[in-house]
């Protein structure tokens, strides 16, 4: 038979335990510091040193899976006349972004999170939708580990 102490001392173990277990991980949607933009296209495509992508995307070159300083990720959608890009940027910190945020004000750049201000996704989707007929927001989310 258990005493009251071992038994005593595996209650207190249990419940130690138990908001670990109650703890949900974090969506990687929900992760890092992000921007949504609208873009020009750059590049000529006509070599892998330079492809045709979004502004602000780094090079394929240019990116390491060990470094986190710049832009670790981001996804587009090509516009219906393919001269702009519908593009959500990911870094870590958000200095990384700050060439975005400060190319606001440039002919062809709309960006949607500035300042700590965030655009709403009904907001996002109908200013997208104006490049891309078909364009859903709910479809548009990048998982970033």
Do not use: W
């Amino acid at each position: 038979m258990m005493s009251f102490r071992s038994m005593l001392g595996v209650v207190c173990l249990v419940l130690a335990a138990s908001p670990g277990f109650a703890q949900r991980r974090v969506s990687g949607a929900q992760m890092h510091e992000r921007i949504l933009a609208i873009v020009p296209m750059v590049g000529s495509g006509a070599s892998l040193e330079d492809p045709r992508r979004p502004m602000f995307a780094p090079l394929p070159s240019a990116t390491s899976a060990s470094d986190r300083n710049g832009i670790i990720g981001f996804h587009a959608a090509i516009s219906d006349d393919g001269n702009f890009a519908l593009v959500e940027f990911v870094a870590v910190h958000p200095l990384a972004l700050a060439a975005i945020h400060a190319a606001a004000n440039q002919p062809g750049v709309k960006v949607f999170q500035t300042a700590g201000i965030a655009t709403s996704a009904a907001q996002v989707q109908t200013e997208f939708q104006k490049y891309r007929k078909d364009f859903r927001f709910d479809r548009f989310i990048l998982n970033v580990p």
